[in-house]
């Protein structure tokens, strides 16, 4: 087969080739996982407030990582409508430590 016959395909169809380059490539999410098997589990929130420091937030992140069961982290930004810290930062960073994040 050719260059140009192997890649015949994703030229006519670049959309679903980076779909499913995407699919391939994310992490698996647990949360669905968990709930399409029926097994019980955990979500816990992370409150991302003013008042809590960034590396304490983090720590009890990786806490909550270890513990069996809990398959996600809420990540709660603007607790009581007061600003804190940004909760795509905190969410990445959550992650990287194996808590999966949601937002609320």
């Known amino acids: 087969m050719s260059l140009s016959q ?4 994703w030229w006519r169809e670049p959309e679903s080739f980076a779909g499913n ?3 391939e490539m994310a992490p698996p999410n647990p949360l669905p996982e968990a709930l399409t098997t029926g097994r019980f589990c955990y ?5 991302a ?3 809590t420091r960034e590396a304490k937030l983090l720590d009890v992140a990786s806490q909550l990582a270890m513990v069996p069961g809990v398959v996600a ?3 709660r930004s603007y607790a009581g409508g007061a600003m804190g ?3 795509i ?3 990445t960073a959550v992650r990287a430590r194996g808590l999966f994040p949601t937002f609320t």
């Open 73 to 75: 982290g809420s990540i």
């Open 21 to 23: 380059l995407a699919r």
């Open 89 to 91: 930062r905190v969410g």
């Open 49 to 51: 407030s003013r008042l």
């Open 43 to 47: 979500v816990v929130e992370v409150v």
């Open 6 to 9: 192997s890649s015949a395909r």
């Open 85 to 87: 810290h940004d909760p």
